[in-house]
């Protein structure tokens, strides 16, 4: 009598056996090929309701006893009762090898797994130290930026303070060379008006030449005083005669020109638009230090004019002034340069030696 696995419905158990006796009698019987395919049937059977290898063990092994019990069975029926039964075992071989390489695949799928969340936790813990160090970085810099701005504010804070000085003073020293610029004009018109008689023709022209030149010192001391009252203030731009501007510049270098004896030439100078108080003090400073770093060798010739090649003036907003001469040391041996660029809002003017 088989026994059956109590966790296993009874019924089902009984028929599979039912069934299995059946098969592996006939094919012990006969031999027939239908027969012993049975077996893989009642394999696929005893798998799918869960009946183990010792319950269909027992029913083999019980049912092979029977029939030998009943009639002695021969070799070959012996032998074809075996061959059932391994053919039957085939089954459950094929399942077993399909459950370990299911096994080696799960456990392989297993470790990747575990890979892949070691590595997602290697990632996050890296993606947080960058987060940190980047947030330090950005709170590092940060101070750095204040710190920056802080050092700008009080500069400019300084720089205000400078150049508020500087307007105060400029505006003092302008104001008090008004009254002796205005004396020695009077002086020198009193002059003329008293003893122009007396005076012979050269002593008349140095006369007028020395009236114009304080006439010019005084327009220099009121554009002064104005540049001194707008300093903080942005320079309103207005047309300048820079030929003009220029000559004014040579009578007013007369003396230093003829203590050294250099040849001043001015070409045609076009009309700019800029501050002539600042576009004065760059031609003077040129003009000057032309002069000044002269070659005692030979007789010093500065021309003023405009650089070969230059745009227009009424095509474009800036132009280039060439200020050369003769035995002058300061670029290359041989020229200085001075660019004029003006806008519609400031002039920026600027020596290049």
């Given at each position: 009598m088989t026994s059956f696995d109590p966790d296993i419905d009874s019924g089902a158990q009984a028929e599979l056996a039912a069934q299995y006796t059946e098969q592996v009698t006939a094919f012990a019987a006969t031999g027939n090929s239908a027969a012993l395919e049975a077996a893989y049937d009642i394999g696929r059977n005893a798998l799918s309701i869960g009946l183990s290898l010792v319950d269909i063990s027992a029913i083999h092994y019980s049912t092979l006893i029977r029939q030998n019990g009943e009639q002695p069975l021969d070799r070959t029926s012996f032998l074809r009762f075996e061959t059932f039964y391994l053919e039957f075992l085939t089954i459950y071989d094929m399942a077993q090898r399909g459950y370990r390489t299911s096994l080696v695949k799960l456990r392989q799928k297993?470790?990747?797994?575990?890979?892949?969340?070691?590595?997602?936790?290697?990632?996050?813990?890296?993606?947080?130290?960058?987060?940190?160090?980047?947030?330090?970085?950005?709170?590092a810099r940060t101070r750095q930026i204040e710190a920056v701005a802080e050092d700008l504010r009080r500069t400019n804070a300084r720089l205000v303070d400078a150049s508020c000085e500087q307007a105060e003073f400029t505006y003092?020293?302008?104001?008090?060379?008004?009254?002796?610029?205005?004396?020695?004009?009077?002086?020198?018109?009193?002059?003329?008006?008293?003893?122009?008689?007396?005076?012979?023709?050269?002593?008349?022209?140095?006369?007028?030449?020395?009236?114009?030149?304080?006439?010019?010192?005084?327009?220099?001391?009121?554009?002064?005083?104005?540049?001194?009252?707008?300093?903080?203030?942005?320079?309103?731009?207005?047309?300048?005669?820079l030929g003009q501007l220029c000559r004014g510049i040579v009578k007013?270098?007369?003396?230093?020109?003829?203590?050294?004896?250099?040849?001043?030439?001015?070409?045609?100078?076009?009309?700019?638009?800029?501050?002539?108080?600042?576009?004065?003090?760059?031609?003077?400073?040129?003009l000057s230090n032309a002069i000044k770093f002269r070659s005692t060798e030979r007789q010093a010739r500065i021309e003023v004019a405009l650089r070969r090649g230059s745009p227009p003036?009424?095509?474009?907003?800036?132009?280039?002034?060439?200020?050369?001469?003769?035995?002058?040391?300061?670029?290359?041996?041989?020229?200085?340069?001075?660019?004029?660029?003006?806008?519609?809002?400031?002039?920026?003017?600027?020596?290049?030696?």
């Open positions: 297993m470790a990747e797994r575990e890979r892949v969340e070691q590595d997602l936790r290697f990632a996050t813990n890296e993606l947080a130290r960058q987060r940190d160090a980047l947030d330090a970085e950005v709170i003092s020293i302008s104001h008090d060379m008004k009254s002796p610029t205005n004396t020695i004009w009077m002086l020198l018109d009193a002059l003329r008006e008293d003893h122009e008689d007396e005076l012979s023709p050269d002593a008349l022209d140095l006369l007028d030449s020395a009236r114009e030149t304080v006439q010019r010192m005084g327009r220099l001391t009121e554009d002064v005083l104005e540049y001194s009252r707008t300093i903080e203030e942005e320079i309103a731009p207005a047309p300048v005669d007013d270098l007369g003396a230093d020109i003829n203590k050294v004896g250099a040849q001043i030439v001015i070409r045609d100078l076009p009309v700019v638009v800029g501050s002539a108080l600042q576009l004065r003090m760059l031609f003077q400073n040129l003036v009424r095509r474009a907003s800036s132009c280039w002034i060439t200020a050369s001469a003769s035995g002058l040391n300061i670029t290359n041996g041989s020229s200085a340069c001075s660019s004029v660029c003006t806008t519609a809002k400031n002039t920026r003017a600027a020596a290049l030696a």
